[in-house]
């Protein structure tokens, strides 16, 4: 069990540690930015970039979850083991092979993302609303978002392939490396 001494230690300590390599976290946060404002000035580039990235992911998560299984194959669950190694080495080979199709069908499990984030949003603040007062309207204005994000990559296909993984991409960088920033320069001061 943890004591409350215990926990302003350790707070205090990780305080320490941000302060003292603050540097490091506005490098990580400018290159973030500026990768994502990249990611969102040529999107498509960074569609395919992300694409690859994830097959070499798949690949390699395959090829070593392969290695694994067969070295430890007297545990049980060794064929389930096998398939998923498999189906990851063939999901990145495909994406490897044919990332301009990897891109296409991402951005296709991004909308269906979208939407049936949107639609549990919407759900989950409508039944919890007296619980949350006046923050479910947020909540509903979230699901509703996500919900128009959703149709306008979903019908905008094939056509929003060309943008919709970069951007997003882009934006997550961005907001990240913003949030790193902050927190170097509020960790300078203390």
Do not use: C
Not at 103 to 108: D, Q, S
Not at 181 to 190: C, D, E, F, P
Request: charged share 10%; proline share 3%.
């Amino acid at each position: 069990m943890t004591l409350p001494q215990d926990i302003t230690r350790l707070q205090s300590e990780m305080r320490s540690a941000v302060h003292e390599h603050w540097k490091a976290f506005l490098i990580e946060g400018i290159l973030l930015a500026v990768l994502g404002l990249a990611a969102m000035i040529a999107p498509l580039i960074a569609s395919l970039a992300f694409t690859i990235f994830l097959g070499w992911m798949f690949l390699i998560s395959g090829a070593a979850g392969l290695a694994m299984t067969f070295w430890a194959r007297q545990m049980p669950g060794f064929w389930w083991s096998l398939l998923s190694a498999v189906l990851a080495i063939g999901a990145g080979l495909i994406l490897l092979t044919r990332p301009a199709q990897g891109v296409l069908t991402l951005t296709i499990v991004i909308g269906a993302y979208f939407l049936a984030e949107g639609v549990a949003t919407i759900m989950y603040a409508l039944e919890h609303r007296r619980e949350l007062s006046e923050r479910w309207t947020w909540m509903l204005f979230s699901g509703v978002l996500d919900i128009l994000i959703s149709a306008m990559i979903i019908t905008g296909l094939p056509g929003s392939a060309e943008w919709a993984i970069g951007l997003l991409v882009g934006i997550n960088l961005l907001f990240g490396g913003a949030s790193l920033i902050g927190v170097a320069l509020a960790a300078r001061k203390t």
